[in-house]
């Protein structure tokens, strides 16, 4: 009998016995290698209520005891960083070092969350009026939901956890149903730190899963990562709940190759940003717009290092593994036919890759498409996939003007040796996050990550001051002690004397 994974409620599994259950793949062996629990709204109840009942508790300890479980927290993941990131190899098939690359970007926030002390801080404005002080507090918001993606199983529930903990709110987590093992392993890894049981919870499932959070009145807020479609529903689905969200949606990000630009570091940039993690990254470049008098080169130059890539499993050091589930891999691979029809030129077709690993791995190589019109679905759906698309354009404003039509704005980057190009470029390009010769463009933790236009709904973008600011509450107190002088009945609004 298969394992199932169960969900984590109020610090121990739960679940073991769910009617509904979907099947987890290892994706480089093509099997399915265990089942997941689907969670129904009753377990989501269940979770919530955990949160609700360890929230007093958790919000009331000192923010030294929380800041020391963030710290043991922090000590612990990275001892054991190898371990989860086989298990993310082993449900998502990200190449081991990528798993490790994808660790380090969410230990950063864990970092940054031991500094909650600091970035939570209050104002204070003495004698606003006679012997009258104003001043804020930030306080925790308390049960807060985080709905995440397969392609980052463990980075992005990093992105909110730590951050909702440390400001002392609790947490229902609801991980992507294709990878959950990581989120668990994370719960069980907070536990060992000395977090308190029903701190933190985990829930596994679908669309019934989420709705309950989405619907639960007990649930302040949501912080959702997943596809454009999805993030539209939660945003309007959540806030019409009376919760805050901030939902992270799809992407297409775009990559203006300028005639100045040194070419072998744009294609270098180009390979590493559309092929890492064989294109599931919300961050890969997937369309490129070479500038026609230099995009013949450009294009021989990435072919060239395409053809020293490797395909297979994570486990064995290559550099790109299999995609999610077959029916992905489907889909990607099905984008090829709409090329030929659309009149675009398949440069190198990664349909039937040579592996290092098992045939019935979900395997697709490589694959680069050039002279894509901007009319194509190659071009305008994010494929998600290992398919790097180049437009040939006739210069900055041609490319600039593409980048602005599309609907996504998550993240681009350009690449040239000229400042004064860069910097109309970072000025007049419509997209949350701008790389000027990297291609992507994360954010370190102490800033914000997050799209604009379709690629986010909301206003506080994750972590960084925005992710301080969404986990906690204003409070604005004004105060006046005891002073004979202001006596007496005045019903007018309050003015300064
Ligand atoms: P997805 O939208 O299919 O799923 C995301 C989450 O929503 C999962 O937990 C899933 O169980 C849940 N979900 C799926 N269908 C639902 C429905 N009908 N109703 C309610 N909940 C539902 O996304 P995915 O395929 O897991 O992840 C890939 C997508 O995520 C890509 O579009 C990628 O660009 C995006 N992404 C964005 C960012 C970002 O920071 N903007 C980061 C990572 C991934």
Not at 80 to 93: C, P, Q, W, Y
Not at 183 to 197: I, K, T, Y
Not at 211 to 216: G, T
């Amino acid at each position: 009998m298969t394992d199932t994974i169960q969900h984590w409620i109020g610090g121990a599994p739960a679940g073991g016995d769910a009617a509904r259950t979907g099947p987890v793949y290892n994706p480089a062996l093509g099997v399915e290698q265990k089942r997941v629990a689907f969670a129904e709204a009753s377990d989501v109840d269940a979770a919530v209520e955990a949160a609700a009942g360890a929230f007093p508790a958790w919000r009331d300890t000192s923010m030294a005891k929380r800041q020391q479980v963030m710290f043991r927290f922090r000590e612990l993941l990275n001892e054991r960083s190898g371990e989860l990131a086989e298990i993310l190899t082993s449900e998502h098939g990200k190449v081991l070092g990528d798993a490790q690359g994808e660790i380090s970007r969410g230990l950063e926030v864990v970092e940054l969350a031991c500094a909650m002390p600091f970035a939570t801080k209050g104002e204070y404005s003495e004698n606003v009026s006679t012997g009258v002080d104003v001043y804020t507090l930030r306080q925790p918001v308390g049960v807060v939901g985080i709905i995440s993606p397969f392609n980052f199983p463990a980075m992005v529930p990093l992105w909110f956890f730590p951050l909702a903990i440390a400001t002392g709110n609790t947490v229902v987590l609801k991980p992507s149903e294709k990878d959950p093992s990581a989120a668990v392993w994370l719960a069980r890894l907070m536990q060992e730190a000395g977090l308190p049981d029903g701190v933190l919870n985990v829930v596994h499932g679908d669309k019934v899963a989420v709705d309950a959070l989405l619907e639960h009145p007990t649930v302040r807020s949501i912080s959702f990562v997943g596809s454009t479609p999805i993030a539209r529903y939660i945003y309007a689905t959540a806030t019409a709940n009376g919760k805050r969200v901030q939902a992270l949606g799809g992407a297409k990000n775009h990559m203006l190759v300028l005639p100045d630009a040194d070419l072998d570091l744009a294609a270098d940039a180009a390979v590493n940003a559309g092929f890492g993690s064989a294109g599931e990254r919300c961050m890969a470049i997937s369309a490129v717009l070479a500038v026609e008098q230099v995009a013949d080169e450009f294009v021989a130059k990435v072919a060239e290092r395409m053809s020293r890539l490797t395909t297979g499993d994570g486990r064995r050091g290559c550099d790109m593994g299999p995609l999610i589930t077959r029916e992905h891999r489907d889909k990607v691979a099905g984008y090829l036919d709409v090329a030929a029809t659309d009149g675009a030129s398949v440069v190198v077709d990664g349909r039937d890759p040579q592996v290092d690993g098992d045939p019935n791995g979900f395997w697709m190589g490589p694959t680069l498409v050039d002279r894509v019109p901007t009319s194509s679905a190659v071009y305008r759906d994010e494929i998600f996939g290992p398919v790097l698309s180049v437009v040939r354009v006739s210069g900055y404003e041609e490319g600039l003007g593409i980048i602005n039509a599309s609907p996504y704005g998550n993240g681009t980057a350009i690449f040239t040796n000229d400042g004064g190009a860069a910097r109309r470029f970072q000025r007049e390009v419509t997209v949350g996050m701008v790389g000027i010769n990297v291609p992507i463009p994360v954010p370190v933790a102490y800033h914000s990550f997050g799209g604009w236009k379709d690629s986010f709904f909301g206003d506080a973008k994750a972590y960084g001051a925005r992710g301080f600011d969404f986990f906690t509450q204003e409070k604005a107190i004004t105060s006046r002690w005891l002073d004979p002088s202001h006596g007496g009945i005045n019903l007018g609004f309050p003015q300064h004397e």
